[in-house]
């Protein structure tokens, strides 16, 4: 069981954004005091929700800071990055920590970052496949050209190649792992051998499912049987931990409302089609009622069911909810000391 912490530097009521992000470092600094295996990074644009523009960039940041602790984004959009570019600075920080760093990717939404970033609508519903095939080809081969619709150039090298660079010819670059949300999403993962990252907006069942269905789609690409049931999906959740259940549950359902309000009604999309938000009332207590919320017990519980019911077990837990300083701190410091001595 590895546990880490997701990290959006939400910005609530009343905040501003420095303060945010200050507890967002913090927050990665005290998981690596505290014991947990790993940190990941969320990428907004343009909205409170998340006041983080690149998860690489508070990455290296990160890793900087840190000596043990594995950090990854979660994710990096793709249809608003270049992928060399995005693989450059992958490579780069595989190769200068030692392999300390995973680059989480995924489409994002239909928000007007494509518009300003300039990728488009078209980058969104259509450019996936091909921005992640060129990607994975420059973390894994030495020399790589663009012939596809959207990226094109001549034959360049890859410098740094992550392979060579670090541990020696034929050993593999930087982990890439893919935020799924759809069938077509869960497929395209696993016909190219990639592990998932599936949300904290849905529950046990439905995550036993998409990895029901990616091994299936994995195993019909070809990809070894031992290959296929090792896949180090990561579930996203939230974590809260108080002496009594009640009390962490309302320490989410005093905060969080109002940020997810702020955050939600704040995106734009590029085309002006209407998305329906979640009620940030009612997507907080489903929340509670779906991840480890409550005692150190009751959490550790809560992990275990999840990661038999799945068969993941790997866990990105959001512990910034209360929006505080000090009890975000107390919260990771508790996850360490009290939850995981549980699963290990």
């Known amino acids: 069981m590895r546990v880490g912490s997701f990290v959006l530097a939400a910005q609530f009521p009343g905040q501003g954004q420095g303060e945010a992000l200050h507890r967002a470092v913090r927050s990665a600094e005290v998981a690596e005091e505290a014991g947990l295996d790993a940190v990941w990074l969320a990428e907004h644009h343009f909205v409170p929700y998340g006041t983080c523009p690149s998860a690489v960039t508070l990455a290296a940041l990160l890793l900087g800071r840190t000596r043990r602790i594995h950090v990854g984004t979660a994710v990096s959009v793709l249809p608003t990055a270049h992928p060399v570019a995005l693989g450059e600075q992958a ?38 496949p091909e921005s992640l095939d060129l990607l994975l080809r ?104 108080a002496d009594r259940r009640l009390d962490a549950a309302e320490t989410l359902q005093k905060a969080m409302p109002g940020w997810l309000k702020q955050g939600l009604d704040a995106h734009v999309t590029v085309d002006g089609r209407h998305r329906a938000m979640r009620d940030p009332l009612a997507y907080t207590e489903l929340l509670c009622g779906l991840h480890p919320v409550g005692t150190p017990q009751v959490c550790a519980d809560r992990l275990a069911a999840t990661a038999e019911r799945t068969g993941i077990t790997r866990f990105a837990l959001l512990v910034e909810g209360s929006g505080d300083l000090a009890a975000t701190e107390e919260n990771v410091r508790r996850l360490g000391a009290e939850v995981l001595p549980q699963l290990r």
């Open 138 to 241: 420059w973390l894994r081969e030495p020399r790589v050209e663009g012939s596809g619709e959207r990226f094109a150039f001549r034959e360049v090298a890859v410098v740094p190649r992550p392979q060579e660079a670090l541990t020696g010819q034929g050993a593999e670059g930087p982990e890439v792992v893919v935020a799924c949300t759809s069938p077509s999403s869960v497929r395209l993962a696993a016909q190219r051998c990639l592990p998932m990252l599936l949300g904290m907006h849905v529950g046990d069942d439905e995550k036993a499912e998409m990895v029901a269905l990616w091994n299936r789609h994995a195993r019909a690409a070809g990809h070894p049987p031992e290959k296929v049931s090792a896949a180090p999906h990561v579930s996203a959740g939230v974590a809260q931990i």
């Open 91 to 128: 490579a780069l920080l595989h190769v200068t920590t030692g392999g300390r760093f995973s680059l989480g990717v995924g489409r994002g939404g239909p928000w007007v970052d494509l518009e300003v970033f300039g990728g488009g609508l078209e980058a969104y519903e259509k450019g996936f």
